[in-house]
């Protein structure tokens, strides 16, 4: 976890669960970015994540177990690479999401 004044960046998961909430705020400070590689090679399947985060950088690269993310609307920017080898590949759009780089998926 990265802070930075008033929001939190999400940098590694170090569980072991495979069905994974990301909670809106640790120590009373939004969780604003899911960070490059916090969930790489992880064996997680589902990721809920809150409608704080605003920003998803390489967080899911080779995460080949996951299944289902639910995005909020809160979402403006993923960067590439972002869900790599993501094996559940279905279509996700928000009008939210001002910047989608390549390779998302």
Do not use: H
């Not at 008033?6 to 899911?34: F, R």
């Not at 979402?75 to 009008?95: L, P, Q």
Request: charged share 25%; net charge positive.
């Amino acid at each position: 976890i990265v802070s930075s004044k008033n929001l939190i960046q999400i940098d590694k998961y170090i569980g072991n669960d495979i069905d994974v909430i990301i909670p809106n705020k640790i120590e009373d400070i939004p969780v604003a970015y899911i960070g490059d590689y916090a969930f790489k090679d992880t064996k997680v399947e589902t990721v809920v994540i809150p409608d704080s985060v605003i920003g998803i950088k390489t967080a899911f690269l080779g995460c080949v177990s996951l299944k289902k993310v639910e995005l909020p609307n809160s979402i403006t920017y993923i960067d590439s690479m972002a869900f790599m080898r993501f094996t559940y590949r279905n279509k996700y759009t928000k009008k939210s999401v001002k910047y989608w780089q390549v390779c998302i998926f």
